[in-house]
């Protein structure tokens, strides 16, 4: 069984920083892509992030050059670098993985920027 697990979201203020964590367990032979979603109250998830097994990245306009998304493949670990943080990001923060079997989701960590 694959269990995502994300560590690091809390209450930060405006213009502060956190770190995301996403711990990858299980039974997987090797992982594609791994990325971070978000999703506000009354808003649809959208995607903030994504890295390939290559080290490709993709970042949601609204993040560039505030969050840094990085990867641990040898420990199957993908992180999240939140700088500068605004209000609008406050959201719950879920990590994901694409591997050969399907698309696995993580429970979610809960970040609040308070202005």
């Known amino acids: 069984q694959v269990q995502l697990v994300e560590s690091g979201g809390g209450l930060v203020q405006a213009g502060g920083t956190l770190r995301l964590s996403c711990a990858v367990s299980?039974?997987?032979?090797?992982?594609?892509?791994m990325g971070w979603h978000r999703q506000a109250p009354g808003k649809q998830r959208e995607l903030v992030a994504s890295?390939?097994?290559?080290?490709?990245?993709n970042y949601a306009d609204s993040v560039k050059g505030r969050f840094t998304i990085n990867r641990d493949n040898a420990k199957n670990t993908v992180f999240l670098q939140m700088n500068s943080l605004k209000p609008e990001d406050t959201a719950v923060y879920y990590c994901n993985i694409f591997t050969q079997f399907g698309t696995y989701w993580g429970q979610g960590t809960q970040v609040t920027v308070s202005s």
């Open positions: 299980g039974s997987i032979s090797s992982i594609n892509a």
């Open positions: 890295i390939t097994s290559t080290g490709s990245t």
